[in-house]
C-alpha cells in the first residue's frame, strides 16, 4: 500500500537539504575525470537510446541520497498503482491510462465494465481499419476519388503532440516510402489559423479529424464551423469529409455528421493522448498504421523500463530525480529542452504542456497547500537555431537554467554534403557536444564580456535515428519523468483545473455578462 507524503515531510528531502559540497561542473567535467564521467554517468534506455547525466550537478553522494528518495516516496510502487488501474487523478476521481495504449504492464484494468486495454486495442484496430480502406481507396470523396491530405482539428493536447510526432516523422517516412498523406493542424481560435490552413489544402480531396472529448471544447467546434462552411461553399458535404475522436458518450459519437468515429476516454489526458485514437488517426493516416504501431512499440519498450527500482537502470526516475534535485535543492527555476533535431521543432512546445500543465500546482493531491516548488517553466527550439538566439541567456545569463539535449547520430534523410571535411550532420552533432562543454566548463577570459562562469548543467539523449520506434521512446521517457516528479511532489499531474478560469470568463464574454474591469477590456476589444 503506498503512503502518500507531501516532499518536505520525507527524511530523504532533509538529507538532499543537507549536501553541502555542490558538484563544480568546471572541475569535475575537466580532463580525464570528465571522460571517465561521460562513460560511467550514461543510462541505457530502449531501443538502443541512452541518457547521458554527466555534465548534471550530481556526484555518487548525491545519486545515493535521490535512490533513498525514490525509496522512501514509493516511486516506483506509485507508478504499479498507477498501471494496475487505482485512481491516481485524485481532483476528477479518475484513473489514469495511457501507458495502456501501448501494452500491458501489470494487471488487467477493467472500469466502465471493460477492459481497457482490449478497448483501446480495438480503437487502434478500428483506426487501422479505415486508413487502410482510404489508402487503398475504398473510402473516397463524393467524385469517387481519393483523400490526399488530413487535417486535424484540436486544441491543447489534441494538437501539440500529435502535430509534433507527424513533424517528427514526416521526413522519414518520405525516405522510406512510408508516407501516405499530407497532415496539417488548426487549433488556434483565431480565423487566421484555420483561413492560412484551409488556403492552403484541397478541401474536395481532404478528410478532416475533430478531436474532442466531450463534443463540447469551444475552440476546436468554432474551428469545425469554420471547416464545414468551407466544405459547404466547395459545394461538398462535409459529413462526406469529417471523422470525430472523442468519447462514446459525446454528442458526436453517433451523429451522422461524420463518416465515422473513434473513441477516448476520460482515462487519458490531453497532453498524454498522442499514443491513443487523438494521435492514431491522424498519425494513421499519415503514415499508415503500421508506422503508427511501431511508433506504440518503442513508447511500450520505454514504459517497461520505468517499471525499474534501480535508479541507474530506470532513466525516466532518474532524470526526474536529477529535476526535482535542481528544483528544490539547488534552486532554478527553469528547464531548456534543446532538440538537436529539426524534425524535434514541435517537441518542446509539446513538452512545455506535458510538463508545466501537469505539475504546475501549488496543492497537494489533496488540495491543500504545500510549501515547496514544483514544476519547472520548460522552453526550448532545436538546435542550431537556437544558439543564435537565447543561449546568449543559458551561457552568460544571472540565472542558471538546466539544459536537455537530445542528439542523433545519424540523419533521417540521408542527404547531405561535405564542406571544409566535414558533413552538415557532423556539424551539428560537433556543436551539441561543443555546447555541452561549454556550458560545463564555460571560458576564462581577463574580458569580463568574454568570461564564461561554467557551471552550467545539462543532459542529454543520444540515439541512433530520428525513428517510430526512438520518437515512441523519446515521448514515453519524458512523460514517466513528469509522472515521477509529480509522485514526488505529491502533485496530481493528471489535471489541469488552472486552464479553467479563462474559459469561464470567455463565455461570460461572449454571453455580454461582463461588467467593470471585464466589460472595459471587452470594449477595449471592440468585443
Given amino acids: 500500500m503506498v503512503e502518500w507524503k507531501n516532499f518536505d515531510k520525507l527524511e530523504s528531502f532533509k538529507t538532499l537539504q543537507g549536501l553541502k559540497n555542490q558538484v563544480e561542473l568546471k572541475t569535475a567535467m575537466a580532463g580525464a575525470n570528465g571522460a571517465k564521467r561521460v562513460a560511467e554517468y550514461c543510462v541505457p534506455m530502449s531501443n538502443g537510446m541512452v541518457y547521458n547525466f554527466a555534465s548534471k550537478q550530481v556526484d555518487d553522494t548525491v545519486l545515493d541520497a535521490l535512490a533513498k528518495l525514490a525509496d522512501e516516496a514509493q516511486l516506483v510502487d506509485k507508478f504499479a498503482a498507477l498501471y494496475n488501474g487505482e485512481v491516481i487523478n485524485t481532483g476528477e ?6 501507458q495502456l495504449t501501448r501494452g500491458q504492464l501489470g494487471d488487467d484494468v477493467m472500469a466502465d465494465g471493460v477492459n481497457k486495454r482490449e478497448f483501446y486495442v480495438k480503437q487502434q484496430e478500428r483506426i487501422a481499419e479505415f486508413a487502410n480502406k482510404v489508402h487503398a481507396g475504398e473510402i473516397v470523396n463524393e ?3 481519393k483523400f490526399t491530405s488530413v487535417v486535424q482539428i484540436g486544441i491543447g493536447g489534441s494538437d501539440l503532440g500529435p502535430r509534433a510526432m507527424y513533424l517528427a516523422l514526416e521526413n522519414w517516412a518520405k525516405v522510406t516510402g512510408t508516407f501516405k498523406m499530407e497532415a496539417h493542424f488548426i487549433s488556434n481560435v483565431d480565423p487566421d489559423d484555420a483561413a492560412a490552413v484551409l488556403a492552403g489544402v484541397d478541401v474536395a480531396h481532404s478528410i478532416f479529424i475533430l478531436v474532442s472529448k466531450s463534443g463540447t471544447t469551444l475552440e476546436t467546434l468554432t474551428n469545425e464551423s469554420f471547416v464545414k462552411d468551407a466544405l459547404k461553399n466547395a459545394g461538398l458535404d462535409a459529413s462526406k469529409h469529417m471523422i470525430a ?18 473513441f477516448m476516454d476520460d482515462y487519458i489526458g490531453g497532453r498524454y493522448s498522442s499514443t491513443s485514437s487523438v494521435g492514431g ?12 504501431a511501431r ?3 518503442g513508447a511500450a519498450a520505454e514504459d517497461a523500463l520505468a517499471k525499474n527500482t534501480d535508479i541507474r537502470k530506470n532513466p525516466a526516475l532518474l532524470d526526474a530525480l536529477i529535476g526535482v534535485y535542481e528544483r528544490n535543492i539547488l534552486g532554478y527555476e ?10 524535434l521543432s514541435r517537441f518542446p512546445a509539446h513538452l512545455q504542456q506535458l510538463d508545466m500543465e501537469s505539475n504546475g500546482k501549488s496543492v497537494n493531491r489533496f488540495g491543500e497547500a504545500i510549501d515547496y516548488v514544483t514544476g519547472p517553466v520548460i522552453f526550448g527550439e532545436p538546435g542550431t537555431n537556437g544558439q543564435h538566439s537565447f543561449y546568449q541567456l543559458l551561457h552568460q545569463g544571472t540565472n542558471i537554467i538546466p539544459l536537455q539535449f537530445v542528439g542523433f547520430k545519424n540523419s533521417q534523410m540521408a542527404t547531405d554534403v561535405v564542406i571544409e571535411g566535414s558533413t552538415s550532420q557532423q556539424k551539428l552533432k560537433a556543436n551539441v557536444a561543443a555546447q555541452i562543454m561549454a556550458f560545463a566548463c564555460g571560458k576564462d577570459d581577463d574580458n569580463r564580456n568574454k568570461y564564461f562562469e561554467g557551471n552550467r548543467p545539462s543532459s542529454i539523449i543520444v540515439g541512433d535515428q530520428l525513428t517510430p520506434e526512438t ?10 519523468k513528469v509522472m515521477f516528479q509529480g509522485f514526488a511532489w505529491n502533485v496530481n499531474s493528471f489535471d489541469q483545473e488552472g486552464v479553467q478560469l479563462g474559459k469561464v470568463l470567455a463565455k461570460k464574454v461572449l454571453a455580454g455578462d461582463t461588467s467593470d474591469a471585464l466589460a472595459a477590456y471587452a470594449k477595449l476589444l471592440d468585443i
Fill in 471 to 480: 520518437l515512441g521512446a523519446l515521448l514515453a521517457h519524458f512523460e514517466n
Fill in 245 to 262: 475522436v472523442t468519447s462514446e458518450t459525446s454528442p458526436l459519437a453517433k451523429s451522422s455528421d461524420y463518416l465515422d468515429a473513434f
Fill in 281 to 292: 488517426a491522424v498519425l494513421s493516416l499519415a503514415f499508415g498504421p503500421d508506422v503508427f
Fill in 334 to 343: 527553469s528547464t531548456a529542452v534543446l532538440p538537436y533535431s529539426q524534425a
Fill in 143 to 145: 467524385a469517387g476519388e
Fill in 93 to 98: 476521481k479518475r484513473l489514469v491510462l495511457h
Fill in 295 to 297: 511508433f506504440l512499440n
